[in-house]
């Protein structure tokens, strides 16, 4: 479980980004964090990895206060996809996936048998995919490698920051069906940060809707209230 308990953050220039964060995310539970542009989404997020640390307040994961915990050694344990993924464009796609598993000393077969699993998982054939360069794939393949990039290393915790924003609709919309599918099998716990809320409506067990550094309401899907 990850819990924010009264989470501020002042930015150096004297941004106030959150004013007071109190949230709780389940095992398992996928949540989107939404709304309009500098609310604050990014910067709960980035919290969480610590890639932003807070101002005030605390961030506890599965009992432990992550300012305690190495940041490197936490992000082994977070996989994080973002709009542009960046795989390297020397290495091959199993390569690109098998980054951070090696990184933790995972079995090999194990992994391999993982990665092709996650492969098939978002239609694409291993046979034919895991040995190509990144140039050989389409925008909305190399986004799926992301994703099971992120997941290839069994981490208890997946970041998605506006994952599918730079794909085409359809691309966009496949790939949230399969965000969908691939949940119900991994079961994974997901903070995803979307400005959509038809995105968020589809994908998320519960929605955490910000304004102004604030969380305004945290609810299933079928209870948010739509806004003009
Ligand atoms: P969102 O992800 O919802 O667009 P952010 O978390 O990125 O919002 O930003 C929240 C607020 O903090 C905005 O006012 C933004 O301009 C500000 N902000 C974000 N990052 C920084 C930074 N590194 N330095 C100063 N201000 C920042
Ligand atoms: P998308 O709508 O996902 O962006 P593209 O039009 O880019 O799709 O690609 C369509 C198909 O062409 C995909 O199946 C992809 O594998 C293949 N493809 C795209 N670029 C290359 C390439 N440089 N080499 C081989 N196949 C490619």
Redesign the pocket.
């Known amino acids: 479980m990850i819990q924010f308990d009264g989470v501020t953050k002042k930015y150096p220039d004297g941004t106030s980004a959150l004013k007071g964060i109190n949230l709780e995310i389940a095992e398992g539970e996928l949540v989107t964090l939404i709304g309009p542009s500098g609310c604050g989404k990014s910067t709960t997020m980035k919290m969480i990895n610590r890639l932003v640390e807070p101002t005030g307040g605390r961030i506890i994961i599965d009992g432990k206060d992550i300012s305690k915990i190495n940041p490197v050694r936490l992000r082994r344990d977070i996989g994080y996809v973002i709009q542009h993924i960046g795989l390297f464009p020397h290495m091959t796609i199993k390569d690109n996936v098998a980054i951070v598993p090696r990184l933790k000393r995972m079995d090999k077969k194990a992994y391999e048998r993982r990665i092709d699993e996650l492969m098939d998982m978002v239609g694409l054939d291993p046979e034919k995919y895991r040995d190509r360069y990144p140039?050989?794939?389409?925008?909305?393949?190399q986004q799926r490698i992301g994703v099971i990039r992120a997941m290839a290393a069994e981490p208890s915790i997946i970041l998605m920051d506006e994952p599918f924003s730079a794909l085409?609709p359809i691309?966009r919309e496949q790939l949230q069906d399969e965000l969908i599918r691939l949940q119900e099998t991994v079961k994974k716990t997901i903070v995803f940060v979307s400005h959509d809320m038809d995105e968020a409506l589809k994908i998320a067990d519960r929605i955490v809707l910000m304004k102004g550094g604030e969380i305004v309401q945290a609810d299933k899907p079928e209870r948010i209230l739509r806004r003009p």
């Open positions: 140039s050989e794939l389409s925008g909305g393949q085409d691309s």
